[in-house]
């Protein structure tokens, strides 16, 4: 009996399946409909006028046969035949109730020319009333028939929408159209509309929400709050992570209003959700100082910071952007998103792309010499921590002597003010990247001490971009897609997090903050624990930890050990001298430097080594320099332990008489 029911339904399903019914044959059905309703519009009409069952129409015969054959070309001429049923809303009823009054009014012209005798007026309006209820009614009809054959062919899930705001209503609209969920409840925090219907769906507290789980077998909370802040996003996912169902998010305002995205377009739990906190309006006029109407240059401009950079600076009119990139397909790409960006904004900013790197001075000082430029924001750096530990040679040449060219370079051409953007790794490093960007520093910090110089140098020091290259939350998403498992290096390590654009945003206010060898330091807010922040995206995706007491759970998370160079957690600061700037989310330095003689002396050492490969010698050069730099007990770059360590020329064989210690 089952067998033969669901047949059945399966000949009903694909005869008015909404996709494979061709579209003719549903006007068709939709014209037939109307062709009855009309002519019963009519009689309706003369046995409410005269209160009779059989009303005599006999001398009006004529204005009965006219009224279909007027009404349904104008019905098409006003698209009611062109609407899909299943996505019919205010637009039908409205193209209804226009086509039915030009086709009254048609029908009624009718009657005065033809000089018809004794019609009654009325009838014409109660012909237009009962029509617009029939064949209003009739659709809505055939559309709840539809939807209930395909309900019964593919059953929905059942979803929750937690936010019964514009967004959530209008989420709720879509998933119904889109017929693949079934919205069973609306969470919301305002007591005013809680117990309230919205399309039919009850709104509850959020404390009903394990009673609504478990009774509707919901696998999925829809989390449609775009406006609110992101301390307030972040509790609420915080009092979710108890319930093993995944949570999903619509875009954000912003996205929304950019018209990047719309609400229909339900995405996993972006991290910034879980990590991101409320931020700082920007001050104008520090955002402005050192871009408005000036050339400015972006070095390593293909990179996470370094495009990030790039898209907030033509949004305050420079004059000039110049994007230096040793990558080319990087190169390409952001030139692309920019030309994109002015389109839209209308600008008029000159966009020169140069293919080059920070390594080679001359193609620096020719560019900067040939575009004039006023500003620079030195982005380009290696700051994988691991792959800088295996190439040293590579993360000493770029990361050092390519910060002290463009320096150099600067200084040559008067450029007015020079940013390093630096990382919390340069302080009290345990990796030569940390170790290079600390030295880097102190490059910029010894030029700064230089007299009768116009350029301003200032570093900013912030830790983790959220969505980097390189950056754990998209590796954690992918290996938790993939069914695990989730790799931790280690139980207690910490990190801070800032979002790419808010970290731009502080480093283009600070570079207006400098005075000449700042060190800046941006408010980080808190660490975060990296398990937590692996169990928290577990949980949110509706998945369990495996642990001792649920070996069977959905992910396990393995630990994987410290990395080499890597530490538990990072700092900000050398020592305890620091001062607030104006800005609330930007700290100023205090911290020792060198001579640029002494750096000069070392820098030059540190040549010779990378010249002829002398690991060894590097590290022990950068721990003179670098006074807090602990390295590895041993070396790990890849070509080191496949080189022969007696390479070396004889001056610098005996180190003991060609390094300079330095007294810091």
Not at 22 to 44: H, N
Request: hydrophobic share 45%.
């Amino acid at each position: 009996m089952e067998h033969k029911y669901k047949k059945y339904m399966d000949l009903v399903h694909s005869a008015f399946d909404v996709h494979t019914t061709p579209r003719l044959v549903k006007r068709i059905i939709l014209i037939l409909v109307d062709l009855c309703i009309i002519p019963f519009s009519f009689w309706a009409a003369f046995a409410l006028r005269f209160g009779e069952a059989l009303p005599h129409m006999a001398a009006f015969w004529w204005i009965v046969v006219a009224a279909p054959l007027v009404s349904i070309p104008v019905f098409y001429a006003f698209g009611l035949y062109r609407s899909m049923l299943r996505y019919m809303g205010i637009q039908v009823g409205w193209a209804l109730v226009k086509g039915m009054a030009a086709s009254t009014l048609i029908l009624s012209a009718l009657v005065y020319f033809t000089q018809t005798q004794g019609f009654p007026r009325s009838v014409f309006i109660i012909y237009f009333s009962f029509g617009v209820l029939l064949m209003g009614g009739s659709r809505v009809l055939m559309r709840a028939y539809l939807m209930s054959i395909i309900r019964l062919h593919k059953p929905k899930e059942a979803v929750i929408i937690y936010g019964a705001g514009s967004a959530g209503v209008q989420l709720a609209t879509a998933l119904v159209n889109a017929n693949d969920s079934k919205v069973v409840a609306f969470i919301d925090d305002d007591r005013a509309i809680q117990g309230n219907l919205i399309h039919g769906i009850k709104v509850f507290n959020k404390d009903k929400l394990p009673v609504l789980l478990h009774k509707f077998k919901v696998k999925q909370i829809l989390l449609a709050m775009p406006s609110v802040p992101k301390s307030t996003r972040r509790k609420i996912l915080q009092s979710l992570e108890q319930f093993t169902v995944r949570v999903r998010t619509v875009p954000g305002m912003e996205d929304l209003v950019s018209g990047k995205s719309s609400v229909e377009e339900i995405q996993d739990v972006d991290v910034l959700d879980l990590l991101g906190r409320d931020s700082v309006p920007p001050d104008e006029s520090l955002l402005k100082a050192c871009i408005q109407n000036k050339v400015v240059m972006v070095t390593g401009a293909g990179g996470s910071i370094g495009s990030e950079l790039c898209r907030q600076i033509i949004k305050l009119n420079p004059a000039t952007l110049v994007l230096l990139e040793q990558s080319e397909y990087a190169l390409y790409q952001i030139e692309k998103d920019l030309r994109c960006q002015l389109e839209q904004q209308r600008s008029s900013v000159n966009l020169i792309s140069v293919l080059g790197s920070v390594q080679n001075k001359f193609r620096l000082s020719q560019t900067i010499k040939a575009c004039q430029v006023n500003t620079i924001y030195h982005a380009a750096a290696y700051k994988h921590v691991p792959l800088v530990e295996h190439n040293i040679i590579e993360g000493i040449r770029n990361n050092i002597f390519g910060t002290s060219y463009a320096a150099e370079a600067a200084l040559e051409n008067n450029v007015e003010t020079f940013i390093l953007i630096s990382t919390d790794k340069a302080v009290r490093p345990t990796n030569l990247m940390g170790a290079s960007k600390r030295f880097a520093e102190l490059i910029l910090q010894a030029y700064s001490k230089m007299e009768n110089i116009t350029t301003r140098f200032c570093m900013v020091r912030f830790g983790n971009v959220l969505g980097s290259s390189g950056s754990v939350v998209p590796l954690f998403r992918e290996q938790i897609l993939s069914g695990g498992p989730v790799t931790v290096t280690h139980p207690d390590i910490i990190r801070y997090f800032m979002t790419i654009p808010e970290a731009a945003q502080l480093v283009i206010q600070a570079s207006s903050l400098g005075q000449g060898g700042d060190v800046f330091v941006l408010d980080m807010g808190e660490p975060v624990k990296i398990l937590d922040l692996a169990h928290r995206m577990i949980r949110l995706m509706g998945m369990d930890v495996a642990d001792e007491q649920n070996v069977e759970a959905d992910i396990s998370i393995e630990f994987t050990g410290l990395r080499p160079g890597e530490k538990l957690y990072e700092e900000l600061l050398i020592g305890d001298n620091v001062v607030q700037t104006s800005h609330p989310r930007i700290q100023r330095a205090e911290e020792d430097c060198v001579s640029l003689k002494q750096i000069k002396e070392y820098m030059s050492l540190l040549d010779k080594a990378c010249s002829h490969y002398n690991c060894e010698l590097i590290i022990d050069l950068m721990t003179q320099v670098v006074l807090e730099y602990t390295p590895s007990k041993e070396i790990k770059d890849t070509l080191w332990f496949r080189t022969e360590h007696n390479l070396e020329p004889e001056e610098l064989k005996s180190r003991d008489d060609k390094v300079i210690k330095l007294k810091l």
